[in-house]
C-alpha cells in the first residue's frame, strides 16, 4: 500500500495535470473566439476556469454582494486576469524543481501572484469569503502551494511568508466582513479578486514602508485606520483622502546652534511639522524634551489636527519642538535657546500660517521668549503665541482648560454609566501643567486625587490631595526638586523611586505624562487595582498592547484628541476675544463655557460611533468615535479644497 504523502503526491500532480488540460481548453476556447463571451459558456468547460463574478453573471445576488465586499474593477482588468494570470502560473507549475535557493526565490517572486485571490466557499452554514491558499478555512497549512519542493524549513518559511503577508490578512478582514453579508444563492465555490481597491491594511503597509523607524507614528496610524475602517468600508472614496491626510504638508527640521554660560556651543535639533491646515491656520505645541524626534512631532502633528477638528475652532494642527531640555538650565541659557530656535523658524509663523503653543518643556517663560524674538526678526507686533495673561488668573487659560476639560469630559463619561465622580479615587500620572490641574480640578468636584508623579518615581498620599497640598507641590516643581520632599512635610504620603503609580487602588485614571508611558505590565496591574475608565491627558499615553489589555478587561478609554480638545477650543476663543475675556469673564463663567464645550465633544464622538454601529457602552466607542468625527471632518474639508 501507498503511503498518506505518496498519495498525496500523486493527488497533487493529478490536480495539476488536470488544470493544466483545462487550461489547454481555455486557449482553445481563444483560439475559437469564446474569450468574450458570458462566463457561464466558460464554465462548461471546466469548474476551475470560473476565476471571477461580475456584474451581469449568473447570480445577480453574489455580484453585489462582493462587490460591496471588495470593490468594483474595470471589466478589462477582470477578464485579462482570468484569461492569462492563472495559466502561466500552473504552467509554472509543472517545470523541473531548481536549486534550493532558487525555489525559495521562485517562492517569492511568485507569491504576490498566487496570493491575490479569494473565493467564497459554504461555511458553517453561510457564504464566506477565504484566502484562496488557505484551503482549511484558517488552519495551518499541511504544505505549501508548489508541493514538496525544498526542505521543511524552507516551506515553513515560504508558509509564514504568506500568513504575514499583506493579502492573506486582506482576505481575512473580507471574511470577518463576509460573516455579516447576506451572500445568497451561490450553489458552489467561485473565485473573486481579493484586492480590487486600497484597503485600510494597505493604507498601514506603506506608512510602514515609507516611515518604518517612525515608531510612534507607525503606532499612531494604526490605530486611527483600526478605528476608520467602517468609514473606509462604507465610503471607499476616502481612501485616497486618508492617504494624502497621512503624509504631513510640510516638515521643517533644522539645527539650533546656542552656548550656555561657561560659553560652550552646543547643537541641538529643532522641528516642526505643519500637518494639515484644510480647516484653518497650523495650531499646536512646541515641545522641549530629550526624546524629541521626527516620529514624536508627527504624532503631535496629527493628534493636534484631529483635535482642533473634534473642538471645531477654525485651525489646522501641527506639533513641534527640539530635543533641547530645559531642566537644570539657567535663564539666560534657556532665553539664547528660544533666539536661536526662532531665529530659524519665524519665516514660518504668524497669525494666518502658523500659531505655536506650550507644550512639554515650553511653558510661559519659553513662549515669552520665542515671541519677544518673533516680533525683533518681523520687525512688527503680530498676534501672540501664548494669548492674553488673564487678569484674574494670572495665567494661561489654555493650560488650565486642558486638565479641567478632561474632568468635564471623566463626568459626562461617567454618567453614561449613572456613576458620579465624587468620591472616587483617581490616579494622575506626571506633575507637569495638565497634571496639576487635572488634581486642582478632582478634588473640587469632590473626586480625591491620589498620586502624581515625575521622572524619578511616583507621590502616594492615601487622604488625597487638597488645595493646601496642591500649593506645596507647586512650589516644589518651582524649585526643580523631587516630589520626595512632599514627604518631609506630609509624612504619612509616601513616594516610590522607580515606579509607576497604576497599582494603587483607583476607579479612574488620568495619565497625563508622556507618549507610552502605559504599557502592557502598567495596564495590567491597572485593571488589578480595580481601575473602570482611563481619561488620556497626554498623547498617546497607551501602548498597542495595553489598549488590548484594557479592551478585555473591559476598561473604557477616552482618548486625548477628544478628552484633552477642551484647551484648544478655549484658546482659539480666548485669541479672538481677549478683551472680553478679561474684563467681563469670571472664573465661573470661564468653567460653565468649558463644560459646554466638552459636552459638545463628548456627544459628537458618542454620534460618530452610532453613525458607523459602535454602540456606546463598547469600552472602544469613544476611541473610535473621536477619530471618526474627526477624520470626517478634515476630509470633507480637503474634498471641498480639491486636495484629493
Given at each position: 500500500m501507498?503511503?498518506n504523502?505518496?498519495?498525496?503526491?500523486?493527488s497533487?500532480s493529478?490536480?495539476?495535470n488536470a488544470?493544466l488540460?483545462?487550461?489547454?481548453?481555455?486557449q482553445?476556447?481563444?483560439?475559437?473566439g469564446?474569450?468574450g463571451?458570458?462566463?457561464?459558456m466558460?464554465?462548461?468547460?471546466?469548474?476551475?476556469?470560473d476565476?471571477e463574478?461580475?456584474p451581469?453573471d449568473?447570480?445577480?445576488?453574489?455580484?453585489q454582494a462582493a462587490?460591496?465586499l471588495?470593490?468594483v474593477?474595470?471589466d478589462e482588468?477582470?477578464h485579462?486576469?482570468m484569461?492569462?494570470?492563472h495559466?502561466?502560473?500552473l504552467?509554472?507549475?509543472?517545470q523541473?524543481?531548481?536549486?534550493k535557493?532558487?525555489?525559495?526565490?521562485?517562492w517569492?517572486?511568485?507569491?504576490?501572484?498566487t496570493?491575490?485571490w479569494?473565493?467564497v466557499?459554504?461555511?458553517e452554514?453561510t457564504?464566506?469569503?477565504?484566502?484562496?491558499?488557505?484551503?482549511?478555512?484558517?488552519?495551518?497549512?499541511?504544505?505549501?502551494?508548489?508541493?514538496?519542493?525544498?526542505?521543511?524549513?524552507?516551506?515553513?518559511?515560504?508558509l509564514?511568508?504568506h500568513n504575514?503577508?499583506?493579502l492573506h490578512k486582506?482576505?481575512?478582514?473580507?471574511?470577518?466582513?463576509s460573516?455579516?453579508k447576506n451572500?445568497?444563492?451561490?450553489?458552489?465555490?467561485?473565485?473573486i479578486?481579493?484586492?480590487l481597491s486600497k484597503?485600510?491594511?494597505s493604507?498601514?503597509?506603506?506608512?510602514?514602508?515609507?516611515?518604518?523607524?517612525?515608531?510612534e507614528?507607525?503606532?499612531?496610524?494604526?490605530e486611527?485606520?483600526?478605528c476608520l475602517e467602517?468609514?473606509?468600508?462604507?465610503?471607499?472614496q476616502?481612501v485616497?483622502?486618508?492617504?494624502?491626510?497621512?503624509?504631513?504638508e510640510?516638515?521643517i527640521?533644522?539645527?539650533?546652534?546656542?552656548?550656555?554660560?561657561?560659553?560652550?556651543?552646543?547643537v541641538?535639533?529643532g522641528?516642526?511639522?505643519q500637518f494639515?491646515?484644510?480647516?484653518?491656520?497650523?495650531r499646536?505645541?512646541l515641545?522641549?524634551?530629550?526624546n524629541a524626534?521626527?516620529?514624536?512631532?508627527?504624532?503631535?502633528?496629527l493628534e493636534?489636527?484631529m483635535?482642533?477638528?473634534?473642538?471645531?475652532?477654525?485651525?489646522?494642527?501641527?506639533?513641534g519642538?527640539?530635543d533641547?531640555d530645559?531642566k537644570?538650565?539657567?535663564e539666560?541659557?534657556v532665553?539664547?535657546?528660544?533666539?536661536?530656535?526662532?531665529?530659524?523658524?519665524?519665516?514660518y509663523?504668524?497669525?494666518?500660517k502658523d500659531?505655536?503653543?506650550?507644550?512639554m518643556?515650553?511653558?510661559?517663560?519659553?513662549i515669552s521668549?520665542?515671541f519677544?524674538?518673533?516680533?525683533?526678526l518681523?520687525?512688527c507686533?503680530e498676534?501672540?503665541?501664548?494669548g492674553p495673561r488673564n487678569?484674574w488668573?494670572?495665567?494661561n487659560?489654555?493650560?488650565?482648560?486642558?486638565?479641567y476639560?478632561l474632568?468635564?469630559?471623566?463626568?459626562?463619561?461617567?454618567?453614561?454609566?449613572?456613576?458620579d465622580?465624587r468620591?472616587?479615587r483617581c490616579?494622575?500620572s506626571?506633575?507637569?501643567k495638565?497634571?496639576?490641574?487635572v488634581?486642582?480640578?478632582?478634588?473640587?468636584?469632590g473626586?480625591?486625587?491620589?498620586?502624581?508623579?515625575?521622572s524619578?518615581g511616583y507621590?502616594y498620599d492615601?487622604?488625597?490631595?487638597?488645595?493646601?497640598?496642591?500649593?506645596?507641590i507647586?512650589q516644589?516643581?518651582?524649585?526643580?526638586?523631587?516630589l520626595r520632599?512632599?514627604?518631609k512635610s506630609?509624612?504619612?504620603?509616601k513616594?516610590?523611586d522607580?515606579?509607576?503609580?497604576?497599582a494603587?487602588r483607583?476607579?479612574?485614571?488620568?495619565p497625563?505624562a508622556?507618549?507610552?508611558?502605559l504599557?502592557?505590565?502598567d495596564?495590567?496591574?491597572?485593571v488589578?487595582?480595580?481601575?473602570?475608565?482611563?481619561?488620556e491627558?497626554?498623547?498617546m499615553p497607551?501602548t498597542?498592547?495595553?489598549?488590548?489589555?484594557l479592551?478585555?478587561?473591559?476598561?473604557?478609554?477616552a482618548?486625548?484628541?477628544?478628552?484633552?480638545a477642551?484647551?484648544?477650543?478655549?484658546?482659539?476663543l480666548e485669541?479672538t476675544?481677549?478683551?472680553?475675556f478679561?474684563?467681563?469673564?469670571t472664573?465661573?463663567?470661564f468653567?460653565?463655557?468649558?463644560?459646554?464645550?466638552?459636552r459638545?465633544?463628548y456627544?459628537?464622538?458618542?454620534?460618530?460611533?452610532?453613525d458607523y454601529?459602535i454602540?456606546?457602552?463598547?469600552?472602544e466607542?469613544?476611541?473610535?468615535?473621536?477619530?471618526?468625527a474627526?477624520?470626517?471632518?478634515?476630509?470633507?474639508a480637503m474634498?471641498?479644497?480639491?486636495?484629493v
Amino acid at each position: 500500500m501507498l503511503s498518506n504523502s505518496a498519495c498525496e503526491e500523486m493527488s497533487f500532480s493529478a490536480r495539476m495535470n488536470a488544470s493544466l488540460e483545462e487550461m489547454n481548453l481555455l486557449q482553445q476556447a481563444r483560439g475559437h473566439g469564446l474569450v468574450g463571451v458570458p462566463q457561464s459558456m466558460v464554465r462548461e468547460m471546466s469548474e476551475e476556469i470560473d476565476l471571477e463574478i461580475g456584474p451581469g453573471d449568473d447570480d445577480p445576488s453574489f455580484s453585489q454582494a462582493a462587490q460591496a465586499l471588495v470593490g468594483v474593477e474595470s471589466d478589462e482588468q477582470k477578464h485579462l486576469l482570468m484569461v492569462t494570470g492563472h495559466h502561466d502560473e500552473l504552467a509554472k507549475l509543472g517545470q523541473q524543481p531548481r536549486k534550493k535557493k532558487k525555489v525559495v526565490k521562485k517562492w517569492r517572486d511568485e507569491w504576490a501572484d498566487t496570493y491575490k485571490w479569494a473565493y467564497v466557499a459554504v461555511h458553517e452554514g453561510t457564504h464566506r469569503i477565504f484566502c484562496s491558499v488557505c484551503k482549511d478555512f484558517g488552519r495551518k497549512h499541511r504544505r505549501n502551494p508548489y508541493g514538496n519542493e525544498g526542505s521543511r524549513n524552507m516551506q515553513m518559511s515560504a508558509l509564514e511568508e504568506h500568513n504575514n503577508s499583506l493579502l492573506h490578512k486582506e482576505a481575512l478582514r473580507l471574511q470577518m466582513a463576509s460573516k455579516d453579508k447576506n451572500i445568497s444563492t451561490l450553489e458552489r465555490p467561485m473565485y473573486i479578486k481579493a484586492l480590487l481597491s486600497k484597503s485600510s491594511e494597505s493604507v498601514v503597509d506603506a506608512v510602514m514602508r515609507r516611515d518604518r523607524n517612525e515608531h510612534e507614528y507607525v503606532q499612531a496610524i494604526q490605530e486611527l485606520v483600526h478605528c476608520l475602517e467602517p468609514v473606509l468600508a462604507k465610503h471607499p472614496q476616502y481612501v485616497q483622502v486618508l492617504e494624502r491626510f497621512l503624509e504631513p504638508e510640510r516638515v521643517i527640521m533644522f539645527r539650533v546652534p546656542w552656548v550656555d554660560d561657561k560659553g560652550e556651543a552646543h547643537v541641538n535639533r529643532g522641528f516642526r511639522v505643519q500637518f494639515n491646515r484644510s480647516l484653518g491656520p497650523y495650531r499646536g505645541g512646541l515641545r522641549f524634551h530629550p526624546n524629541a524626534d521626527l516620529s514624536v512631532m508627527k504624532v503631535l502633528g496629527l493628534e493636534q489636527a484631529m483635535k482642533n477638528a473634534l473642538a471645531a475652532n477654525g485651525f489646522g494642527g501641527a506639533g513641534g519642538g527640539s530635543d533641547f531640555d530645559p531642566k537644570g538650565k539657567s535663564e539666560n541659557e534657556v532665553m539664547r535657546f528660544c533666539q536661536s530656535f526662532m531665529q530659524e523658524l519665524y519665516t514660518y509663523l504668524g497669525p494666518t500660517k502658523d500659531y505655536p503653543l506650550e507644550d512639554m518643556g515650553v511653558g510661559p517663560r519659553e513662549i515669552s521668549y520665542l515671541f519677544g524674538q518673533y516680533k525683533r526678526l518681523k520687525g512688527c507686533h503680530e498676534g501672540n503665541f501664548s494669548g492674553p495673561r488673564n487678569l484674574w488668573s494670572g495665567f494661561n487659560m489654555h493650560t488650565e482648560a486642558t486638565g479641567y476639560g478632561l474632568v468635564h469630559f471623566a463626568k459626562f463619561l461617567l454618567a453614561d454609566f449613572s456613576k458620579d465622580i465624587r468620591g472616587l479615587r483617581c490616579v494622575v500620572s506626571g506633575s507637569g501643567k495638565i497634571a496639576l490641574h487635572v488634581v486642582e480640578k478632582l478634588f473640587a468636584v469632590g473626586a480625591i486625587p491620589i498620586t502624581v508623579s515625575d521622572s524619578r518615581g511616583y507621590l502616594y498620599d492615601e487622604a488625597g490631595f487638597d488645595d493646601g497640598k496642591l500649593r506645596f507641590i507647586r512650589q516644589i516643581k518651582s524649585q526643580q526638586k523631587s516630589l520626595r520632599e512632599y514627604t518631609k512635610s506630609y509624612p504619612r504620603a509616601k513616594y516610590c523611586d522607580d515606579c509607576k503609580p497604576w497599582a494603587e487602588r483607583c476607579d479612574v485614571a488620568f495619565p497625563c505624562a508622556t507618549q507610552n508611558e502605559l504599557n502592557h505590565f502598567d495596564a495590567t496591574a491597572l485593571v488589578g487595582a480595580g481601575c473602570h475608565f482611563l481619561i488620556e491627558g497626554a498623547v498617546m499615553p497607551c501602548t498597542s498592547e495595553a489598549l488590548d489589555v484594557l479592551r478585555k478587561s473591559n476598561v473604557f478609554v477616552a482618548p486625548s484628541k477628544a478628552a484633552s480638545a477642551g484647551g484648544v477650543a478655549l484658546a482659539a476663543l480666548e485669541a479672538t476675544n481677549s478683551t472680553t475675556f478679561q474684563m467681563h469673564f469670571t472664573i465661573e463663567d470661564f468653567d460653565t463655557r468649558l463644560m459646554d464645550v466638552m459636552r459638545e465633544i463628548y456627544i459628537k464622538c458618542v454620534k460618530a460611533g452610532y453613525d458607523y454601529g459602535i454602540s456606546k457602552t463598547n469600552t472602544e466607542a469613544l476611541v473610535h468615535g473621536a477619530n471618526i468625527a474627526a477624520f470626517l471632518q478634515i476630509a470633507e474639508a480637503m474634498q471641498e479644497q480639491g486636495v484629493v
